[in-house]
Antibody
Framework: EVQLVESGGGLVQPGGSLRLSCAASGFTFSGYWMHWVRQAPGKGLVWVSRINTDGSTTTYADSVKGRFAISRDNAKNTLYLQMNSLRAEDTAVYYC??????????WGPGTLVTVSS | DIVMTQSPDSLAVSLGERATINCKSSQSVLYSSNNKNYLGWYQQKPGQPPKLLIYWASTRESGVPDRFSGSGSGTDFTLTISSLQAEDVAVYYCQQYYRMPITFGQGTRLEIK
């Protein structure tokens, strides 16, 4: 069974940093591109970032470019999102999702990030 | 960026009746080399992550009930629930994965009338 479980969310002050993790199991993690998608409270889905299988190619939404960094450790079956210079508008539930032939087919339950003083 | 616009924003349908949600993209998401529409539909229930229902505009994900169907091509797409069940109450999103950044529609809230 495919499982994705995010962790690392919490309350952080504006300007602070946080690193999210996504533990993958039930599939060959190293064979799949992965994504981060976020959802502000009561709002819609917004794509954040994508990484290829070996971590050599990354893509970001303009709103996070230069502040967020996606990475992965295939030996640990784990996806990461390093978030720096956090702003109030980054407050959201962050989901990791698996990319299967460009379709995001499995999503984790999400982890809540709250940026507030 | 490709803008995805769903209609209506909310919808109330009686149990057993048909529900139809529309999605329009600001540019075509049909890839001519493989004749595939890079369009997906997701269902999100409160407190849960999105669940993939339909991909390539009309291919039902494994395990999804056959009352869910997708249609359309190019820029105009439809998600149809043929006979609404109580468990179908949710927010539904369309998504294009034709071009980065991936973009989603604003969502359509489906309720029971």
């Amino acid at each position: 069974e495919v499982q994705l479980v995010e962790s690392g969310g919490g309350l952080v002050q504006p300007g602070g940093s946080l690193r999210l993790s996504c533990a993958a199991s039930g599939f060959t993690f190293s064979g799949y591109w992965m994504h981060w998608v976020r959802q502000a409270p009561g709002k819609g889905l917004v794509w954040v970032s994508r990484i290829n299988t070996d971590g050599s190619t990354t893509t970001y939404a303009d709103s996070v470019k230069g502040r967020f960094a996606i990475s992965r450790d295939n030996a640990k079956n784990t996806l990461y999102l390093q978030m720096n210079s956090l702003r109030a508008e980054d407050t959201a539930v962050y989901y990791c999702a698996r990319d299967h032939s460009t379709v995001t087919d499995y999503w984790g339950p999400g982890t809540l990030v709250t940026v507030s003083s | 960026d490709i803008v995805m616009t769903q209609s209506p924003d909310s919808l109330a349908v009686s149990l057993g009746e048909r529900a139809t949600i529309n999605c329009k993209s600001s540019q075509s998401v049909l890839y001519s080399s493989n004749n595939k529409n890079y369009l997906g539909w997701y269902q999100q229930k409160p407190g849960q992550p999105p669940k993939l229902l339909i991909y390539w505009a009309s291919t039902r994900e494994s395990g999804v009930p056959d009352r869910f169907s997708g249609s359309g091509s190019g820029t105009d797409f439809t998600l149809t629930i043929s006979s609404l069940q109580a468990e179908d109450v949710a927010v539904y999103y369309c998504q294009q994965y034709y071009r980065m950044p991936i973009t989603f529609g604003q969502g359509t809230r489906l309720e029971i009338k």
